[in-house]
C-alpha cells in the first residue's frame, strides 16, 4: 500500500559539498527536506518509487529503470565523492509494467541510454539515506504524453504496491518555475511566478483535479520541470484521502523549489480526479461537436470512418459548394486533453476540392503524422479537431511584415521549406514564429531564408 507521498525539488547545490554556503539561502528549503527524510524513516518503507524529470524520457513512452540497481555521483557538479547507490525493488518494476501493459498504458524498462542515477533521483536520495536505507527503489520517468496518462501511470503504481502488500512511498521529484528572475537560468517571464503561486496552492491543499487545468502552453512558457511528476505521485493517490501539508518555497536563485507532503488517511472514492477529468473532457468535446461547421465535420467523420473501417469518406452534394468546387491548402489538426496528437497540411492545392482535400489530410493527420502513434478507436471522443484553409502565400521581405496572430509564416532554404500557421498557443513572438517553422524544415538557426506569409480561414 502507498504510506505516504512526497513532493520534492532536486537543486543540486541543496548539497554543502556542492552549494558551498549558497545552500544556506534555501534554508527553508534544506530544513523541509530533512522533516519530509524523517517523515519517510518513520513510515519505514519497503519500496520507494521515486518519479524523476531527468530520467530518460520519450515523447510515447514511460521508462522504468531495469536492471538490480544503479549507481551515482555529483561529479558533474565538482562533488565526485558524493555517491548515491541504490537496489532496485526488480518484482515490484515487473509488475508494475505487466499492469501498464494490461491497461494499453506505453511503460517499461526498453530504451535505457544511461544506468547511472540522475540528479533529480540523487538529491532526494542524499536526504532520504541519512534517516533510512532498508529499501528498495523503482525509478520512473516522464513522457510527451498527457497528464491524464502520467496520473494512469500513478494509479498502476498504487494498484502494484495493493497487490504485492507492498509498504511504499512515492516521491515526485521536480523543481517548479525556472524563470522567476531576470538573473535566474532562463530569465523572467510573467508565467512563472504565477505557475509558482497556482501549483502550491493546488499541491499545498491536495486539490489535485486542478493540475490537469494547466495548459501545455503555459506549462511551457513558465519553464517548470516537474509538473509531470506530481501528476503521476497525485494518481499514485488515486481515492485516497490525505492530509496534505506545505513545507516550504523558495526561489531566490530565480527556480522554484517547493516541498509538499500527504499523510494517507483512507480511501475516498469521490477523489477519482482523472474520471472526472475524463467526463469533463467528454463534455466539452460533445458540446464543440455540437457546434462545428462543416469544414470540422467533414474532417471528424472523415477520421471517425478511416479509424473504424479503414476506410475513406466519400463527398456528398449537402456541402457547401464552396467546399466542392473551390480549391485551396488545408491543415487538419488534431489536439486530445489541449495537446497536439497530429496535424497535416498542404501548402497549395493538391486535391479537385477543398473538401477532397480535407479529406485526404485528415487520414494523414490521424494515421500518418510521424511524430504521434496512429488515433486508436477509443480516443475518437476525446478528439478536438480544427481546419485552417490557406490563403495565397505572398513572399516579403522583412520579418517586420509578420504578424504571429493574423499571418502564418513559410520559410525556405534552398529545398527545404517549412510552415507553421498563425495564431498557435505559446507562439508570441515573430521570432519564436520564425524559429519554430526553420527547426520544422531542418533549417539552422542562423540560417539566412525566403519568408513568405499567408492568412487563413480557422473553422473549428
Known amino acids: 500500500m502507498i504510506s505516504g507521498a512526497f513532493m520534492a525539488p532536486h537543486p543540486p547545490l541543496i548539497i554543502p559539498e556542492i552549494g558551498r554556503g549558497e545552500e544556506r539561502k534555501i534554508q527553508d528549503t ?76 506505453p511503460a517499461g524498462t526498453m530504451g535505457e541510454r544511461d544506468r547511472q542515477l540522475d540528479h533529480g533521483t540523487m538529491v532526494p536520495l542524499y536526504f532520504v539515506n541519512q534517516y533510512w536505507k532498508e529499501y528498495q527503489l523503482v525509478r520512473v520517468g516522464l513522457s510527451g504524453l498527457s497528464l491524464s496518462a502520467h496520473y494512469a501511470l500513478g494509479q498502476r503504481i498504487r494498484e502494484t504496491s495493493e497487490i504485492l502488500g507492498r509498504n511504499t512511498a512515492v516521491i515526485a521529484s521536480g523543481d517548479l518555475s525556472h524563470r522567476l528572475k531576470e538573473d535566474g537560468p532562463y530569465g523572467y517571464r510573467e508565467e512563472g511566478p504565477e505557475y509558482d503561486r497556482r501549483i502550491m496552492e493546488v499541491m499545498g491543499s491536495g486539490d489535485f483535479g486542478k493540475l490537469f487545468e494547466f495548459s501545455e502552453g503555459f506549462c511551457e512558457r513558465a519553464g517548470e520541470c516537474g509538473h509531470r511528476s506530481f501528476t503521476i505521485m497525485a494518481g499514485a493517490l488515486d481515492r485516497t484521502e490525505v492530509s496534505a501539508r506545505k513545507l516550504s518555497y523558495e526561489g531566490p536563485f530565480g527556480v522554484g523549489y517547493g516541498i509538499c507532503a500527504y499523510e494517507i488517511l483512507g480511501k475516498n472514492l469521490r477523489r477519482n480526479f482523472k474520471d472526472q477529468y475524463d467526463e469533463k473532457d467528454r463534455d466539452r468535446v460533445r458540446k464543440m461537436r455540437a457546434g462545428e461547421d462543416a469544414y470540422v465535420g467533414l474532417a471528424r467523420k472523415t477520421i471517425e470512418e478511416y479509424i473504424l473501417t479503414g476506410r475513406k469518406g466519400r463527398i456528398h452534394e449537402e456541402l457547401p459548394e464552396e467546399m466542392r468546387r473551390q480549391r485551396a491548402g488545408v491543415f487538419v489538426s488534431i489536439k486530445k486533453e489541449g495537446r497536439l496528437r497530429g496535424c497535416i497540411g498542404t501548402i497549395q492545392p493538391v486535391q479537385a476540392s477543398i473538401a477532397e482535400e480535407i479529406i485526404e489530410n485528415a487520414v494523414s493527420a490521424a494515421v500518418r503524422d510521424p511524430r504521434f502513434s496512429p488515433i486508436e478507436p477509443d480516443e475518437l471522443d476525446k478528439l478536438s479537431i480544427s481546419v485552417d484553409v490557406l490563403g495565397d502565400t505572398e513572399e516579403i521581405d522583412s520579418p517586420d511584415k509578420l504578424d504571429v496572430k493574423r499571418f502564418g509564416v513559410v520559410v525556405t532554404k534552398g529545398y527545404k521549406r517549412g510552415l507553421l500557421l498563425p495564431n498557435l498557443e505559446g507562439v508570441d513572438t515573430v521570432e519564436e514564429q520564425i524559429a519554430i517553422a526553420k527547426q520544422k524544415a531542418g533549417i539552422g538557426e542562423r540560417e539566412q531564408v525566403r519568408l513568405e506569409r499567408f492568412e487563413v480561414v480557422r473553422h473549428y
Open 30 to 105: 534544506v530544513d523541509a527536506y530533512r522533516e519530509i527524510a524523517g517523515r519517510i524513516a518513520a513510515l519505514k518503507p519497503e519500496t520507494i518509487v521515486l518519479i524523476s524529470p531527468h530520467q530518460v524520457m520519450y515523447a510515447d513512452y514511460f521508462h522504468i529503470s531495469p536492471g538490480s540497481g544503479a549507481k551515482g555521483d555529483f561529479a558533474q557538479f565538482r562533488a565526485g565523492q558524493i555517491q548515491i547507490e541504490a537496489e532496485y525493488d526488480t518484482e515490484f518494476r515487473e509488475n508494475l509494467c505487466k499492469l501498464a501493459d494490461a491497461g494499453n498504458l
